[in-house]
């Protein structure tokens, strides 16, 4: 059993209870549970929406600073190598030094990256700064639910987390319609000057109403060398599978960094043995519901994000709409998950996780074989069923598996938690967009030479038939100015009907993950630590 009790560490306006017998309430704003939620949830809107937002922004960033492709892949790869390196990390220095502070400093240099990159002139200045955007972004988020989970009492919980998984889906599904109204009437700096008074609203509202929790026995050290092996195999994993897509499954490159990976796994479990105070103890893995939700979040992450990878382009490169119409049509997803969220709070109150998680892994199954069978004349009636079904299976795993780590840890660990809970929705994602670019490129790589062949149309060379293969996993149409419209309209044809053989197979794999999600959620319960984070104010 973990102590339930906080010390003081901020000063006599932000003094917690140090009375287990009950919270005692706050004066004025400090400490107000539904205030901290606004709080967090205004910086994390920052995180949650440049996951997306950018990506509507790097063709005009390529355009007006003369990147090559590979720079501009750098812009979101060298952001999400960050976030998801440090995130454990950072949430054990929330643990240590208090989440307030951590947070606080997350939003502050999250807001000053992000104005830098608007003023940057150069590819290498934005990568640069969208490193550092990553960095301060693992601060804060951890600190997020390390906040929520100390200021909020049990029974109060789910519903806090729900509504900052609301916030969190909302942003990153709304990121291309922001991203895309915002470069097409304004420029692409307006995409990260945007951060900055989003950053100071929070500052300040940080600043005000934040309240510091430390539990008693919190940690006093750092296990550096814990740190740097982590670091070290959270890099190699991440940038294995950022690059498997350039250099190929079967390459040497691939698998060395995906092996060294797994030694420096081993050497950080063997080294978190033998040390006083570990980054990450690992008797926090015995807990099989804790360990269930790290898991969950890992496979929910793999069918959402990678199938949702592909639909963008589905949208966009064979339906022919523009970036903004695109994340309209993408509304029904967001809509379900700000209205389930909530609801999905109450429910996982009320019945614990187990049907709710079980419940919305089979909703999200269900989705993404539904999308497997899009066809390139589907009309937006029948894609926006499959998406507000998505949208609605994914709430209650965002809420639930989210309040399974952090509820089944213990108190003095909760900034690790968020880390771990963070850090395996960005593997998940990365992972996801690797293995179901992998099933694309196969499918198509294996139809595209007989789909054109069979189309009567003109035989291509090796080389041709490789950059053509390249187009057509993105949904785009090999096609070369000044060919005749029958010809244009035959290759297009090919081009989107293999696309949508690969799209469909990679959506049936997802549906597959998401099944066997199913099966782990029934490993989950309530967090037996949740009452530890006993609220502190007023609800």
């Known amino acids: 059993m973990t102590s339930q009790t906080t010390i003081d560490t901020t000063g006599p306006g932000d003094r917690a209870s140090t009375d287990p017998s009950g919270p005692t309430p706050a004066?004025?704003?400090?400490?107000?549970?539904?205030?901290?939620?606004?709080?967090v949830a205004v910086g994390v809107m920052m995180v949650a929406l440049d996951g997306t937002i950018v990506a509507i922004a790097n063709p005009a960033i390529q355009k007006d600073l003369g990147a090559s492709f590979a720079d501009v892949q750098w812009i979101t790869n060298g952001y999400f190598l960050a976030l998801a390196v440090c995130l454990i990390t950072a949430g054990k220095l929330g643990d240590r030094f208090g989440h307030r502070q951590t947070?606080?400093?997350?939003?502050?240099?999250?807001a000053a990256a992000s104005g830098a990159i608007g003023l940057s002139n150069s590819i290498a200045a934005v990568v640069?700064?969208?490193?550092f955007q990553g960095l301060f972004g693992a601060l804060l988020m951890p600190a997020a639910l390390g906040l929520l989970r100390a200021t909020f009492p049990a029974e109060k919980l789910n519903m806090a987390i729900g509504i900052w998984g609301m916030v969190i889906g909302a942003s990153t599904a709304g990121g291309p319609i922001l991203g895309g109204v915002l470069v097409e009437h304004v420029n692409w700096q307006s995409v990260f000057f945007i951060n900055v008074p989003v950053g100071v609203l929070a500052l300040l509202l940080g600043l005000l109403i934040l309240l510091d929790h430390r539990a008693e026995n919190a940690p006093r050290s750092f296990d550096l060398p814990g740190i740097v092996l982590l670091s070290g195999a959270m890099f190699c994993l991440v940038w294995a599978l950022i690059k498997a897509p350039t250099w190929g499954w079967g390459d040497v490159k691939t698998w060395g960094f995906i092996g060294a990976s797994a030694l420096l796994f081993v050497l950080f479990a063997v080294w978190e043995t033998r040390v006083a105070e570990p980054l990450i103890p690992l008797g926090m893995?015995?807990?099989?519901?804790l360990s269930a939700g790290v898991v969950l979040m890992v496979l929910m992450a793999i069918a959402f994000m990678g199938g949702l990878f592909f639909v963008t382009f589905y949208l966009q490169n064979v339906h022919g709409m523009s970036p903004i119409d695109a994340g309209l049509h993408l509304l029904p997803l967001t809509g379900m998950m700000i209205v389930g969220s909530p609801l999905a709070g109450a429910a996982i109150t009320k019945l614990g996780p187990r049907i709710p998680l079980?419940?919305?892994?089979?909703?999200?199954?269900?989705?993404?074989?539904?999308?497997?069978?899009l066809k390139a004349d589907t009309g937006s009636g029948l894609m926006s069923i499959w998406f507000a079904l998505l949208g609605f299976g994914l709430a209650p795993v965002m809420v639930g598996a989210t309040e399974v780590i952090v509820g089944n840890a213990p108190m003095e660990l909760s900034g690790v938690a968020g880390g771990l809970q963070q850090a395996a929705m960005q593997i998940g994602g990365s992972l996801g967009t690797a293995v179901l670019g992998a099933v694309m490129a196969s499918r198509v790589d294996s139809e595209l030479p007989g789909n054109w062949t069979g189309a009567g149309l003109p035989k291509m060379t090796p080389e041709q038939l490789d950059q053509a293969s390249e187009a057509v996993q993105v949904g785009v149409a090999p096609v070369a100015k000044g060919m005749p419209e029958a010809l244009v309209a035959k290759i297009?044809?090919?081009?989107?009907?293999t696309?949508?053989?690969?799209?469909?197979?990679?959506?049936l794999v997802?549906?597959?993950?998401?099944?066997?999600?199913v099966l782990v959620a029934f490993l989950t319960k309530r967090g037996e630590n949740a009452e530890a984070g006993a609220g502190v104010g007023h609800i």
Do not use: C, N, Q
Request: glycine fraction near 14%; hydrophobic fraction near 55%.
């Open 128 to 131: 640069t700064f969208r490193v």
């Open 510 to 517: 997802a549906a597959g993950v998401a099944a066997v999600a």
């Open 103 to 110: 947070f606080l400093i997350g939003v502050t240099g999250f």
């Open 27 to 39: 004066a004025g704003l400090r400490g107000h549970p539904w205030l901290t939620l606004i709080t």
């Open 499 to 507: 696309f949508i053989s690969g799209m469909s197979l990679a959506s």
């Open 285 to 289: 893995f015995r807990s099989i519901p």
């Open 358 to 373: 079980a419940g919305g892994m089979a909703a999200t199954a269900i989705a993404m074989y539904g999308m497997s069978t």
């Open 492 to 497: 297009t044809t090919v081009a989107h009907d």
